[in-house]
């Protein structure tokens, strides 16, 4: 590279800094390896992710259970906001691309972020047991935090549609599974499981984990940071986006709201009222009064 005499050259070319791709004229490379190494070499689309956002290779182990998690929160059906909003701006005809990214910006703390809350408190039980606090009491001291922070709301357990969500069991399963082999060793199924026993002591009725904490408990054996865990259910999300949308544009149908169009929304405002009067008129001269 050949600087200006002032250097400023370097600095645009340091503006933008990134370990991730090296790119120029017939070059692309990811951490290192050249693109058309990984598409001979057979490199999958979940091997790809972990090496951008890890640097690393997976092991075939936590590969296949880092697909586990993603496969799993692909999609819900239409009643999930993202997925509704996708169909909606389908029918707004604003392309799949405007779809799909209508649909992930749905995906905030209520709906999408359970994952990284989930693990952001397994992180917290994990610290104290490195501490050699028994798993109760740390699971214990962990949810009295959470509460204080954020009120009684757990997000990953419990769930307003599935009295037992039926994927927390095979996913879970798969996490023993990796781990009687060796592949992981974190303390997460054992901390998520605790927590789901503790939840549950003296209701009723069980608060049972769902996908968001089973996912979570994946995410942490697998060493990802808590907000890592949203960006990957925001990229497994978007596989239902794209097929939702897809569906719609196949279907027809313009401008369709959240509600059929006879189905009006109940009003609460104030009952009919007679047209009011204009507290201004036009005084001598063309000049404006109040009354």
């Known amino acids: 590279m050949t600087a200006s005499k002032d250097g400023s050259e370097q600095l645009g070319r340091d503006w933008w800094r990134t370990a991730i791709i090296d790119m120029g004229p017939g070059v692309i490379r990811c951490r290192g390896y050249a693109v058309e190494d990984l598409i001979r070499q057979g490199m999958v689309l979940t091997e790809m992710v972990w090496r951008m956002t890890r640097g690393d290779l997976p092991s075939a182990g936590q590969a296949e259970l880092l697909e586990a998690a993603r496969m799993s929160a692909v999609d819900h059906g239409p009643q999930a906001p993202s997925i509704a909003i996708a169909r909606m701006a389908a029918t707004c005809r604003v392309g799949l691309n405007g779809a799909i990214a209508s649909g992930l910006n749905a995906l905030g703390d209520v709906h999408g972020g359970a994952?990284?809350?989930?693990?952001?408190?397994?992180?917290?039980?994990?610290?104290?047991?490195?501490?050699?606090?028994?798993?109760?009491?740390?699971?214990?001291?962990?949810l009295a935090g959470h509460v204080a922070r954020h009120g009684m709301a757990i997000l990953d357990f419990g769930h307003?549609?599935?009295?037992?969500?039926?994927?927390?069991?095979?996913?879970?399963?798969?996490?023993?599974?990796?781990?009687?082999?060796?592949?992981?060793t974190g303390p997460y199924a054992t901390i998520a499981r605790a927590i789901e026993t503790a939840l549950s002591r003296g209701r009723k009725k069980p608060v049972p984990m769902h996908i968001d904490g089973a996912t979570a408990v994946i995410y942490g054996e697998l060493g990802f940071?808590?907000?890592?865990?949203r960006g990957l259910f925001c990229l497994s999300r978007a596989v239902g986006l794209l097929a939702h949308a897809g569906e719609q544009m196949h279907q027809g149908g313009r401008i369709k709201s959240?509600?059929?169009?006879?189905?009006?929304?109940?009003?609460?405002?104030?009952?009919?009222?007679?047209?009011?009067?204009s507290r201004r008129s036009m005084g001598p001269c063309g000049a404006t009064e109040v009354r």
């Open 115 to 142: 994952g990284e809350q989930a693990l952001a408190l397994y992180d917290i039980v994990a610290k104290r047991l490195c501490s050699e606090v028994p798993v109760q009491q740390a699971v214990e001291s962990a």
């Open 160 to 184: 307003r549609f599935h009295p037992v969500d039926p994927r927390t069991t095979p996913l879970l399963e798969r996490v023993d599974e990796v781990a009687s082999q060796g592949v992981v």
């Open 225 to 229: 940071d808590a907000p890592l865990a």
């Open 258 to 277: 959240p509600l059929p169009r006879d189905w009006l929304p109940t009003y609460e405002g104030p009952p009919p009222r007679q047209p009011f009067q």
